[in-house]
């Protein structure tokens, strides 16, 4: 299961964040296949080829397709301290587990796709086993719910 807690923000401008905390949940059989979003997939910058944006969008349909079972886990960004050495690591060691259960293995955060290529070879992940995506925009996170205002 995947769980995100997030403080929601009280009604109204100017409003200050509340002690209430919610969750959301997305697990088996979660619908994430949210139409017309895309997510783009980890790239280097100097790649050989085209490297425009449209060229490596994967929609999030079909990343997420009923026929398909994935396991996704987010992190708040790559680079940072507790990602690199605490969320991701247990991913790698387990990869090929999980993978016998599932299709597919992705990291997804907001970020550009350029800084988790560079994220993901500098842990050494075998990207072949794990696949990380980015929500450039921040668009798939609003429309899962699962964003946090920091401001």
Request: proline residues 4%; hydrophobic residues 40%; negative net charge.
């Amino acid at each position: 299961m995947f769980r995100v807690a997030a403080k929601r923000a009280a009604e109204g401008p100017g409003s200050r964040v509340t002690g209430e905390w919610s969750r959301r949940s997305i697990t088996s059989g979660s619908c994430l296949a949210t139409e017309g979003l895309e997510v783009q997939a980890a790239r280097p910058w100097d790649q050989v080829g085209t490297n425009a944006a449209v060229d490596h969008a994967e929609a999030v349909a079909s990343l997420f397709a009923a026929d398909r079972k994935v396991a996704l886990f987010a992190v708040p960004a790559p680079f940072t301290g507790t990602c690199t050495n605490e969320h991701v690591p247990g991913f790698v060691a387990n990869a090929d587990a999980i993978l016998a259960k599932c299709d597919e293995l992705i990291c997804f955060s907001v970020s550009c796709p350029y800084a988790n290529d560079g994220w993901a070879k500098a842990m050494g992940v075998d990207q072949s086993k794990i696949k990380f995506v980015s929500d450039v925009d921040g668009s798939v996170s609003k429309a899962w719910d699962v964003t946090k205002d920091y401001s």
